[in-house]
Each structure stands twice: as structure tokens, then as C-alpha cells.
DNA sequence: CGGCGGCTTGAGACCACTCAACAGTGGTGG
DNA sequence: CCACCACTGTTGAGTGGTCTCAAGCCGCCG
């Protein structure tokens, strides 16, 4: 649980610039938690009381809609951080956060927050990095579902994983994670069957490879010409 | 130009919990700008030199996407920042913001922030708390154009405009600012074409009233109930 | 008072959704 | 170890919401 090896996280971008002293001070508060397939770190709505940074694994950030729908918000890699509703000043969770591999992740208390913000100034500047970074993918992909048919949608968020946790093959670029047609969907605002359909058309032309909840891209350079759609064939 | 007058800023939350000499202070390095009517503040993909503060007036922050397409990412209200592209590690400005009337904003030299940044600790808060609030924003709406048809996008998007500034009328609650069809079409991700039959369609119901570049709401909560659609009504 | 920018409305086409049925595939328990 | 079952994915048919194309109107500003 507690006694968190430094030798994981010294080398993490959040920390850059740390002594080993204030490393080790930063840690002491932390637990390490191990998270099974499928096993949710945090719900929506739910009083906000850590928040995370992931050091192996992959998790998923999810909204439900008023009607019942889900939504994925992203995939968090490791190195990244997560629940960070505090910093924010919200006290409830706005998304659900679900291990989509086993997954290990350091945990705060909120209360360590304002103390760690005091003692190490980047922590702040690298903070405010983050949220901008992912304000500007929100609103990238909320540039796309207004302008884009399906199609590019989804060749647009295929690029964004590959770019995030791309794995060389011999076949092509795989996505080192599972991934559903459904995922997909809910990452694009379609449905499994739209993205069913598309898979399989791109498998038909040799663009991708695609099995159970597994995505190979075969060529991204040409995927990325589809996805910005100069050449109609 | 300079000259700031401190009367003008000293009750926004962004400078709350100065003092008095403090707030000069800040105030001395900034400029004071006035913006006509339709003037563009700073385009997008320009060298970032400036962040800004609205004072008065009305900014539309806009994204050009790689077709051509204009997308609105928000309307800016007095005592708000915005191209706070150097606090967010940015270059280069993300996106355009014009007036839509007349307005007036401080500018700081992105030079400043740092300085800024170190001796006013709650400017830092102040920031992360906004760009989470703007990222929240942003994921709702992203919500809406997954899940939501465009006559419920439309809704939600009056309602925020409503919250943002509204100004109650003998008809209703006014949008206190220019705002055309197809101004509502591109935070919506339609046609400038369906909003106006949408609008028209309200209109008959009693739900609107509205002309050019002006809506007022009649009825917000039955406006919200159509929104969430429970009444099919 | 003329013209331009914003708005309205109709007709037709099409993309993607819904509904529906079925086919792999991998994990699990007997 | 194998059979079963649940989960994931595939594919067809039909429908409908929204877009595109097109024409004309209104009201403000110069």
C-alpha cells in the first residue's frame, strides 16, 4: 500500500527537477493502488477525495448523460494524472474513471494538494499544462463532430490513440490496449454499428486490421489523408 | 492607452484579496484596449504576445477548422480572461476572438505573467479554476453533440447563453448581445437553415421570440424542459 | 431609398440511425 | 478438457432527421 518506491515515478515528467528529498517528501503522502480489469477507480458525482497519478495500465474517463448514455472523455496513459477535480475547485467527480488493463496508480488526498502546490511551483505550471492540453482536445474534437462525417470522426480519434499508445507490429501501428466498437462509438458520437461498418471497409482496402476489441492501423500516413479528406478515393 | 484606472477592476474576483498597491501594481503593466464593433482581438495561429481581461463589451472566441469552417467555442463576458495561451504553454494563439460589440479589455505582455504569477498566489488558483471550467464546458457540449438531435443542442446552448447574460425583459430574458442564426448554428453544429425553422417552430409556440440577431426566451424552465425532454410536448 | 446582410421556407437527397438476426471468440465451470 | 454462454462483432433493410440547393423576403444602414 504505502512505501512507495521513488525509482517508479523519477523519471516522470510531474516531478522533473525534484530533489530525492523532496521526492521522497511528495510520495510519503501517496498510496499506491492497484486497480483489476474493469475495476473503477472513482464514479461520477461521487465526493471528490484523491486525486491520481497512473503509473502502469490504462483507464478510461467516462461521462453519463441525463439520458442514460455513456460518453468517453479519454484514455489516460501512464505518467498521467487523473481525478484532479480538486485542483479545479469542483467537489464531486465529473467523470467515472474504469481500468481498462490491470493498473497501478498513486493516490492523494486532496488535503496533500495546497501543501504540494506551496512546495513545488512546477507541480502548478505542469498542472495548468495538462488542463490546457486537454481543453484543447476537447475542443478539437468538438471541431470535428460539428464539421465531420462519421467516417472522418473515427479516423481522426483512431489517429489520437495511435499518437497516445501506438505499438509497432509487423503488421502496422497497433493500438496496445483493448479497445470495442462500442469504445469507439462513444468516443465519436456513433454507434458500434456505424463503426462496425467502417472497420470493415477499411479492413476491405487494407487500411487497418481489426479483431476483438484490437486495432492494427496498417499505414497511418494514409489513414491521416482520409482523415483530413483531400483524396476522395 | 495605460493609465488604468483602478476603480474599473478592483471589485472582479480575479483580483480579489488585493491590496490596493498590489492591484497598481499589477495594473502597471498592463494596457488598456478598445475594441469596435466585428475588431479582432488576436487570430488564431498568430505568436501569442498578450493575455487579456474583458471589461466590458462581448468577445466570440472562434476555431477555423482545416476546411474552412468556423466553429464557436464561446462568448466571453466581462471579467473573463481569455487568450491566456502562455499560461497553457502555447506559442501561438489556438483560436480567433473578435468583438461582437464594442468592447474594452486590459492586455498584459506575456512577458508579465510569470512576475505575475509568483507575487499574486491566487491568480494561479483563479486560472486552474477557470480552465476547468471552460473544460467542463467544453466535454458537456461535447456531450450534447453525441447524444442530443440539433433541436435539443439548440436549447441547451440558449439556456448557457441565458445564464451567461441574460437580461430580463417584459417579453422574457434577452441575450444582451448580437447574436445571429448563424452564430447559434456554429456552437451547435448545424445550419445557420435549421436553427432558423427550429427558432420558427418555437416562436409559434410561444416558446421565443426572436429577429435579427436577437433572442429572448420566453419561458427559460419550459425552455429547459424541452432540453432534458422528458415532456414530449 | 436602394442595397446588403440576415432570415425564412420549400423540395429533394442522403447519411447514419434503429431494428433485427446471426456469427465468431474467449473465458469458465462442470 | 470440452461444452456452453456471454460478450463482441457483422451485416441487411428500412426510416427519418438534417443537410443541400434554391428562391425570395425583410429590415436596417448608409
New interface residues.
Partial sequence: MSAVDRSLVAELSIFAGLTLTELDDALREARSLRFAKNAVAFEQGQEAESFFLLLHGRVRAQ?L???G?Q?V?RFIAPGEMFGVAM????SIY??TAIAVVESVALAWPNSAWPGM?ARFPTL??H???T??????E??T???E???LEVERRIAHALLRLLSQGGKQTTEGVLIDFPISRQDIA?M??TTLHTVSRILSAWEERGLVVSGRQKVTVRNPAQLARLA??EGTS
Avoid at 131 to 136: E, F, I, Y
Fill in positions: 461521462k448523460t441525463p439520458t448514455e460518453v472523455i485542483a479545479i475547485g469542483q465529473p467523470a502546490l502548478g505550471v498542472t495548468m499544462q488542463l490546457g492540453a486537454r481543453l484543447q476537447s475542443q474534437r468538438l471541431m463532430m460539428s464539421t462513444q465519436t458520437g483530413d479528406a
